[in-house]
């Protein structure tokens, strides 16, 4: 749905800037398909640009980010199935591209100053650095005790805990990516949101409600500890469009260009129900840190499968509509 902003982005930062070597960097790449084939459209994007401005092809230098638990070994035997792709384009026979690695949090340094000229974030920066630490009083226990992120039951407190932590977060990612960008580099950030001022929405506040209702189900059943639950939270913030541009103004290093907002289509088809799908696409996320937390006991499959329940009966009702955001920055 947004894959035309980005391929803008990076040919108007080329048609500008028109560099030799152009720093391409992807924040939380992953490991599956989607980890070069993004990397493959730029390079595409790019070859039509080069012609229509009449500027050689540039090499690329393409900076692959995750956390150090990634898998950057099945990135890199993909690779010469990338460049054999890549070449398969009579244009693209001598199109130089160089794919490192380097893997640490997107909240440090992790690139040589003034190195980048376009950085790609998908579904990433809606995680936090940590869990608010304001979220857990003196003895060390958590003050929203039965749920898992901000709630109806929750208190002020807690909304104002994952705010200030992401206030602070993203200003400090907002810092250190202008250290690495050139002047006139951009930005494609696309991330979870939400719509209004409100901290609880039938958007991606209520899919984790449902999750704290699933695993309280878990609970009552004994198949995990309340103590477990009574002390998950998650460190993720749907942030409004108001706190975005007030953060971004607040650093005061790049300029706004386009901040879109977009809903998550419900899509059908497969024989599997809205809820199924959903429910999937969440353990397909949350699995690791799960049972991280919870131990190897945690029945996923039935949480799961309860938590699929709870989104179809739920649609019945109105439609849960997670909304996020296509954020273009240009560094000033």
């Not at 490991?31 to 401005?53: F, R, Y």
């Not at 956390?67 to 792709?85: A, E």
């Not at 975005?244 to 790049?254: A, K, L, N, P, Q």
């Amino acid at each position: 749905m947004v894959k035309h902003i980005t391929m803008e982005t990076i040919q108007q930062v080329y048609s500008e800037v028109k560099p030799r070597s152009i720093g391409i960097a992807d924040l939380g790449c992953s490991s599956g398909p989607n980890s070069l084939s993004i990397i493959k459209d730029m390079v595409q994007a790019l070859e039509g640009t080069s012609h229509k401005v009449s500027h050689p092809m540039p090499e690329f230098r393409v900076y692959l980010n995750d956390l150090p638990t990634n898998d950057f070994n099945s990135v890199f035997k993909s690779l010469p199935d990338f460049y054999r792709d890549i070449k398969k384009d009579k244009n693209q026979d001598d199109t130089a591209i160089f794919v490192g690695a380097y893997p640490g949090s997107f909240y440090g340094r992790l690139f040589p100053c003034s190195c980048l000229h376009f950085i790609y974030s998908s579904y990433s920066l809606h995680w936090l650095s940590k869990v608010p630490p304001a979220l857990y009083d003196e003895r060390g226990e958590s003050i929203n005790k039965g749920n898992v992120y901000i709630s109806e039951s929750s208190s002020p407190i807690v909304s104002q805990a994952y705010y200030n932590q992401f206030q602070e977060d993203f200003v400090l990612f907002l810092k250190l990516r202008s250290k690495e960008l050139v002047t006139g580099g951009r930005m494609v950030l696309i991330l979870l949101g939400r719509k209004g001022q409100d901290h609880v929405d039938r958007g991606n506040s209520f899919l984790w409600e449902i999750l704290s209702r699933s695993l309280a189900i878990s609970v009552s059943r004994g198949e995990i500890e309340r103590g477990k639950l009574d002390s998950y939270e998650v460190h993720f913030y749907a942030a409004s469009r108001n706190e975005i541009e007030d953060e971004v103004r607040r650093e005061g290093s790049f300029e706004m260009e386009r901040l879109e907002t977009f809903e998550t289509e419900r899509g059908g088809g497969n024989g599997k129900s809205y809820g199924t799908k959903v429910a999937m696409t969440v353990r397909a996320i949350l699995e690791s840190l799960l049972r991280d937390h919870f131990g190897n006991g945690i029945d996923l499959d039935n949480l799961f499968n309860n938590y699929g329940k709870m989104v179809d009966k739920e649609m019945v009702k109105e439609d849960i509509k997670p909304i996020s955001f296509v954020v273009v920055l240009k560094k000033l």
